[in-house]
């Protein structure tokens, strides 16, 4: 079964220090993955995706993520967290080579920053 | 521009009221998505439509009913919805329904059935 992963529930930093939301899919063959934020009470966001080539993906608000194939990992890096980056974040493939299929999301996690 | 809107924002129903959503996209997109989301839940796909015809309905019961009157808009029929329905009801647009195409979504109308 296809399938994505985001193993933390809640992850806590300080403003200022860099931050990772991991994330690791199940997909036959290639993955187009991708990553999402969603504030309180809002639709979720685009942040970057990962289609092909360079495995470093840089994207919106100063995100970026890296895609390892052998670990099947695309985790979520920030190299100094704001507060204002706290938010629930959702990581989601899709299975390149099945046209017209779902994305499928992982269950989301909460990122707190402190000041 | 990638701006997806919704309305109504917030939407209170009664068990036996019909009311609609509404999602709206300029960006020539020809696939729009319905979804619904529960608290702190990822969004589960309800309805694809792809060029205006509907290519994915995710099993959801017939008192959702959706139509996209045109390449810009789609809406959500509610008729008899459950106290179970409410959610967060998130629309999406992509470029077309291509595996690497990103979906853009709108803001959400959220939901709540007395």
């Known amino acids: 079964a296809q399938s994505v992963a985001q193993p933390e529930d809640q992850v806590n930093v300080a403003e200022g220090n860099p931050l990772t939301v991991k994330c690791t899919y199940s997909?036959?063959?290639?993955?187009?993955l991708f990553w999402y934020v969603q504030y309180p009470n809002r639709g979720l966001q685009f942040l970057l995706k990962y289609i092909t080539g360079d495995n470093l993906v840089k994207g919106s608000y100063g995100f970026e993520a890296e895609f390892n194939k052998s670990q099947t990992s695309f985790h979520l890096k920030k190299p100094s967290a704001l507060v204002s980056d706290s938010a629930l974040y959702f990581c989601?493939?899709?299975?390149?080579?099945?046209?017209?299929?779902?994305?499928?999301f992982g269950k989301g996690t909460t990122l707190s920053v402190s000041s | 521009d990638t701006e997806v809107t919704q309305t109504p924002k917030h939407l209170v129903m009664g068990m036996t009221n019909k009311k609609s959503l509404k999602c709206e996209q300029h960006m020539g997109h020809r696939a729009m998505y319905w979804y619904k989301q529960k608290a702190k839940k990822p969004p589960e796909l309800m309805f694809v439509?792809?060029?205006?015809?509907?290519?994915i309905n995710e099993s959801v019961p017939s008192r959702f009913s959706p139509e996209c009157p045109n390449s810009s808009l789609l809406n959500l029929h509610l008729h008899a919805l459950q106290p179970e329905d409410s959610a967060l009801y998130l629309c999406?647009?992509?470029?077309?329904?291509?595996?690497?195409?990103?979906?853009?979504f709108g803001p959400g109308t959220r939901l709540l059935v007395l």
């Open positions: 989601a493939v899709r299975p390149n080579n099945q046209a017209g299929t779902a994305l499928i």
């Open positions: 439509y792809s060029y205006e015809k509907l290519s």
């Open positions: 999406a647009s992509s470029q077309d329904r291509g595996d690497r195409e990103t979906q853009y």
């Open positions: 997909v036959s063959g290639n993955p187009y």
